[in-house]
Structures are given as structure tokens and as C-alpha cells.
């Protein structure tokens, strides 16, 4: 078992929401990538053109159903993602109210440690089934792509930072190679 490196860490209420906001932000465009939008706007561009240019009531029907579904779309889109967010500061503002703020951050080559006063928990590296590095920031993920935890050079110290990064590297670059 390797040295543990820690850091003793007090939870900031606003810090965290700006982490959450910043990591749903990337979440939103990543999706939204993934989205034929550009395809549908296309679609219905084309179709209430040519409806339009050749009178033909039938396509511009259809292309404003178009833009109408598109429209539900951008809308069903961006109120999951305001709901997973919503429901995150929550639990945030939850956590401000309890007296246990301060905790300590730690990890070796078996595992990631949250000890407070009241919890202790432990992750082990095989739990984490993927990451994202975004910025100064890491988005670690167990099944289902659900996110763990967002470790942050902005909390943690930018030398025990570095060296979770080059941990995460190693720990998951062997369970790759099982």
C-alpha cells in the first residue's frame, strides 16, 4: 500500500455550485452534440421552402410540425438537464446546513478516503468506471456514466492534485489492461 496523500477541505456552498454548474454546462453541449439539431433545422428549412416556392400546403405542414418538434426538443433538453441541477443544489444546500463542513480528501494506490467527523467513506479505483478532464477539473463516473465526484485543482492543492491525476492514470490504465 503507498503513501496516502491528504488534504483537509471545508465545503463552500458557492464554490460547489460553481463546479456543478461548470460540470452541467459540459454535460449540456456534450449531449447536445450528440443531437441531429443541425438535421432538423435543415429539414424544416428545406421543407417550408419549398412549400412556400411551389405552393404545395402539405410540406409547409409538415415543416412547421417540424420546427414545432425541434422546438419541444431544445425545451425537453434543457429542462432535464435544469432538473438534474436543480435536484444536485439541493442536496448542496442540504449539506450547508449540516455542521459537518470540514472533511479530509485522501487517496493511495487502493483507494479514494472521505473522512469527516461523522462519515468515512472509501472508493475503491475499480469502482470508477471512467473520467473526463475538463479544464482544471475531473469528473469521475461509476456504472451508468453516473457521476462520483469532481476533484478540482481549485480545492485541492495544485502538487496533490497532479498527483491524484497520475493515480487515476495508472489505476485505470491497468484495470483497462485486465
Known amino acids: 500500500m503507498s503513501r ?6 471545508t465545503f463552500e456552498i458557492d464554490r460547489s455550485k460553481e463546479l456543478y454548474k461548470k460540470y452541467f454546462k459540459f454535460e449540456r453541449k456534450r449531449e447536445f452534440k450528440k443531437a ?4 432538423l433545422y435543415g429539414l424544416w428549412a428545406v421543407l417550408i421552402i419549398i412549400a412556400i416556392s411551389l405552393q404545395i400546403d402539405a410540406l409547409w405542414i ?14 425537453y433538453f434543457f ?5 438534474a441541477f436543480n435536484k444536485f443544489i439541493k442536496e448542496l444546500e442540504k449539506k ?6 470540514d472533511f479530509q480528501f485522501g487517496f493511495n494506490s487502493e483507494s479514494i478516503i472521505y473522512k469527516s467527523r461523522n462519515i468515512s467513506s472509501e472508493i475503491k479505483w475499480d469502482m470508477i468506471n471512467g473520467y473526463i478532464i475538463n479544464d482544471d477539473d475531473i469528473y469521475l ?3 451508468n456514466r453516473e457521476l462520483l465526484d469532481i476533484i478540482s485543482k481549485r ?11 497520475s493515480m487515476l492514470f495508472e489505476k485505470c490504465n491497468q484495470l483497462r489492461g485486465r
Do not use: H, R, W
Request: aromatic share 16%.
Open 155 to 165: 480545492i485541492l492543492e495544485e502538487q496533490i492534485f497532479e498527483n491524484f491525476k
Open 36 to 39: 441531429p439539431v443541425k438535421f
Open 96 to 101: 450547508a446546513g449540516s455542521d459537518d463542513k
Open 4 to 9: 496516502l496523500n491528504t488534504i483537509d477541505i
Open 141 to 143: 463516473y461509476i456504472e
Open 79 to 83: 429542462i432535464k438537464f435544469q432538473m
Open 62 to 75: 409538415i415543416g412547421f410540425i417540424c420546427a414545432v418538434l425541434t422546438t419541444v426538443f431544445f425545451l
